[in-house]
């Protein structure tokens, strides 16, 4: 079912996402080599989501216009430009080299954007409805894999290497990503039963006018929500799990193992939730995620010990492991024909909201109140979430087992 999104998709993706996964976790390292603050090196992660949300809605209206392959190849160029001004930066030693590396990965969060919008844009076009939940969970499962391995290449590149080591490694993985989608293999097929057919160019691009997204929005909007509360609750999790662990006086040895549990337990269930969104529907999956991984929250404050650390960590990874790749999968099920990525970029303002305001408002909720009480907002608010989905489900009228079994 996948082997037609395996080479021009999933293994560019796989590429794209090993180099990104290897320069996330130096990112603050960096910044700091270059004679930053703390306070800005940390700053600096919190201003990339910002222009990350600031990007989405025109990083898909520029895929609509160039067509996927074009835009990622403009993506790539730019990166390796950037990736090549960060180099620079971190090995010549000029007192603007803080200035160039600050510039350069403001730059770089756009790239990401283009990236992620124009392969979703892809497997919503070229995969039939009844096989997209599992394309989707397949793509953030590259992703997934990519936030693994990228950090282990590049700790392992810092063993022998100085740090601009990773950023080169990161660019050629971009390089290696379009060379894959450039060879015969890495060819778009057009799938019979898709929802549309794959278009050679962009329809802006050929009559010179955008046209109107005929788009539901209401259902837009109301499952966005439920969206908002998912991305709230994945960027508060390693917050949480930090904090909570440092509170009961977890060692940080055992909160980073806990951390690496949860991601290894996340890639088990995956599989099970492509089952559940393919044939139980979307709002069952979205359900089971935001109940489970709301759960872990709590249980993580009725169990203040090591034990119960394990216990919620494995519930939340249950909870976001079914949910991998349903944002995508929904996002794709809303979308028109025409002007997809126009729309999945304006899809994403939900999920990037979530990710840049969800720390944000979880450390308002902590300060005005306490600890206990920012990590039983976090799981309370992904169970609403899930209530709220279910409560508004016919009118999302989102893909479920009784609209299948009538096709």
Known sequence: MLKPILWPVLAPSLLFAVGLGAILPVLVLGALSLGSTASFAAAIVGIMGAVSLAATVPAGMLIDRLGDFRAMVAATATAVVVLGAIIAALIWDSPYSLVVYTVALMLFSPVNDIWSLARQAVVAEIMPPHDLGKAMTALGGSQRVGNLVGPIVGAGLMLVLPIWSVFAFAGLAAIAAVIVMALPIGRLPEMPGSKAQRQSSSPTATTGRRPRLEVRWSAVILAGISIIALAVARAAQPVVIQLWGVQIGLHESSISLLIAFGAALELVFMFLGAYIKDRLGRVATMVACLTIFGSGFIVMVALPSLIGMIVAAGIMAVGNGLGAGVNMTIGADLSPAIGRARFLGIWAIFNNGGKLGG???????????????????????????????????????LPGRRRRQRD
């Open 359 to 397: 720390p944000a408002l979880i450390s308002l909720v902590i300060t005005v109140a306490s600890l206990r009480f920012g990590v039983l907002f976090t799981g309370i608010g992904a169970i609403l979430g899930a209530v709220w989905i279910l409560a508004w489900s016919p009118r999302i009228g």
